[in-house]
């Protein structure tokens, strides 16, 4: 697509449930990264996939979190068993990348899910 | 590890006028990317500048510029001219241009404030 796309935009969820959050990238992007922001504070890096295969996870906070990639196209970030500390803003970013080293663009941006756990 | 660190949690402005925002990193690699991006209200970080360390001329896009000191470990933005749609938050970030570096490592932030 022309853009990063992510769904939902908002969402409220009770503690203890599990939520989905889905980040459909730039279409041929071979990168794809999820940030976390809490409230006001700077992006927590979270995991990073290139095509479907994740070399660095090591953001992942808890083990209620876990995502996956579909080739180098859709991925998911999973919560379960969400708790308020989740609450936050997820951000999805893509890249195109080549080879094993980073290009000197910079990432292309969603809008972001605001989760919110009650 | 390499961080990133913005001292300005806030800063203000008057329309027409430049401000700089600053940004110190570390790191004990030689080869490296610097980026500026804007986070405006709607959320979605929009890339503003970008450098590459072994680039000994500052980038410039338009109001926007840059001071680029790697021996200080330093890479300020300059917004020249500022107007009220640079209202934003303002992450400096770092992303190593080693063989399998892509993450990015974001500052805290610095919130921009513009008066009219």
């Known amino acids: 697509g022309a853009g990063v796309s992510q769904s939902p935009s908002n969402k409220v969820t009770e503690k203890g449930k599990d939520v989905e959050l889905r980040c459909d990238p730039i279409?041929?992007?071979?990168?794809l990264y999820w940030y976390r922001q809490r409230l006001g504070q700077g992006l927590e890096f979270l995991i990073y996939?290139?095509?479907?295969?994740?070399?660095?996870k090591s953001g992942l906070p808890s083990d209620r979190f876990s995502a996956e990639r579909t080739g180098e196209s859709v991925s998911t970030l999973t919560i379960q068993r969400t708790q308020q500390e989740d609450s936050a803003v997820y951000l999805c970013?893509?890249?195109?990348?080549?080879?094993?080293?980073?290009?000197?663009?910079?990432?292309?941006f969603g809008s972001g899910t605001r989760l919110t756990v009650v | 590890a390499q961080t990133v660190t913005q001292s300005q949690p806030e800063m203000s402005v008057q329309e027409a006028e430049t401000v700089t925002l600053s940004c110190t990193y570390d790191?004990?690699?030689?080869?490296?990317?610097l980026f500026w991006y804007k986070q405006p209200p709607s959320r979605q970080m929009i890339l503003v500048i970008r450098?590459?360390?072994?680039?000994?001329q500052n980038a410039t896009e338009n109001r926007f510029s840059v001071n680029f000191q790697k021996a200080a470990k330093s890479f300020s933005l300059k917004i020249s001219d500022s107007q009220l749609g640079d209202a934003a938050m303002y992450f400096c970030?770092?992303?190593?241009?080693?063989?399998?570096?892509?993450?990015?490592?974001f500052g805290a932030g610095t919130r921009l404030f513009v008066k009219a």
């Open positions: 996939f290139q095509g479907n295969s994740a070399p660095d």
């Open positions: 790191t004990s690699e030689s080869d490296y990317y």
């Open positions: 279409s041929g992007h071979t990168a």
């Open positions: 450098q590459e360390a072994y680039k000994q």
């Open positions: 970013a893509s890249s195109l990348e080549f080879g094993r080293v980073a290009k000197e663009d910079g990432y292309t």
């Open positions: 970030a770092y992303r190593s241009a080693r063989t399998g570096g892509f993450k990015t490592i």
